[in-house]
């Protein structure tokens, strides 16, 4: 490999929403032809709450089929899954030797996912960030594109980062987030001051993005907005509106502007339905994909596979030199 390197993952919990797809997965697609892209399914990552273990192995294998239908191309990214990868929990053991309890429990998602689940404040929810710093920082990743929310995460990871290459000798490449300008938080259909996200208990919140056409539209005409009737961008006093204006923009294509002169004064009941359909007509010929990947679990398992070998190829490269670094007797 000679490119920059690119890294990311979603946990495979939940479902796949307009808000991954436009905060990650969008960026991820641009970036494909012109890095070396590694795709991780984050399995390990979502064990912190407790899964259905028949369900889970269903959806983490959806996922990984989403992926593909939303033109991840195994032929130009390694598309894995991390728990096929044995390094990444090997070396989030040695970065753990050199991360502070204080800084983990200082992290927002810590201290929101152990209000939110607080009869399992487990220590994997506490150490999650370390096992995403290993993730990173095994295949010596350069940019990492991930949605707003993910900021912090990675400030940690590039701290590990420093520490570690101060204290022996460069050993990791520093990563950099890559962050959309417009698209980094898409904020809930029902809410729109809170996240979109993956697992909201409201299932008109979200939208999936393999999702029927009818319920898509159903959601989008049922979206929370205000009691104006203008359509403007304008996220401190309309929040609805101007998140349904940027999924439309990044699902369609049309700039914020073009969308204002063209249903500023139509009403939200025109805008919410045309602002459904730029969703359904991106996210058709995905769903299309998707069922048709869902029915060869053979091609799903063999692609995984390879990309498991590729990932663990470079991931050694990089743990046998750690492993040397901080004194262990080499093999
Ligand atoms: P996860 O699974 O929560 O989300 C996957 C990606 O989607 C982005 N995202 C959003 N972007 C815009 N609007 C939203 N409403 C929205 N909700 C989520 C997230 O920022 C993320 O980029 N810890 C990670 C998974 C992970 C990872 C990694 C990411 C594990 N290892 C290594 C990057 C690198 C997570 O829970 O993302």
Known sequence: MNKKIIYSGIQPTGIITIGNFIGAISNWLKMQDDYDCIFGIADLHALTVRQVPAEYRKRALSFFAQYIACGLDPEKSILYFQSHVAEHA??????????????????????????????????????????MAADILLYQTSLVPVGIDQKQHLEITRDIAVRFNNLYSPTFTVPEAYIGERGAKIYSLREPGQKMSKSDPD???????????????????????????????????????????????????????????????????????????????????????YDRLMSDKDYLMAVARDGAERARRLARRTLNKVKRKVGLVEQ
């Open 203 to 289: 299932p008109n919140a979200a939208v999936s993005i393999i999702e029927d056409a009818d319920v898509i539209m159903k959601k989008f005409m049922s979206a929370v907005t205000d009691s104006d009737t203008v359509v403007r961008y304008d996220p401190e006093n309309k929040p609805g509106v101007s998140n349904l204006m940027v999924i439309m923009s990044e699902m369609g294509g049309l700039g914020i502007q073009e969308i204002e002169r063209l249903y500023g004064d139509k009403g939200y009941a025109v805008f919410k339905r045309a602002c459904g359909e730029a969703v359904v007509e991106r996210l058709k010929p995905i769903k299309a994909e």
């Open 90 to 131: 090997e070396l989030q053991w040695i970065l753990n030797c050199f991360t502070y309890i204080g800084e983990m429990q200082r992290m927002t998602q810590f201290k929101d996912k152990a209000a939110k689940h607080a009869d399992n404040i487990n220590m994997g929810l506490l150490d999650y960030p370390v096992l």
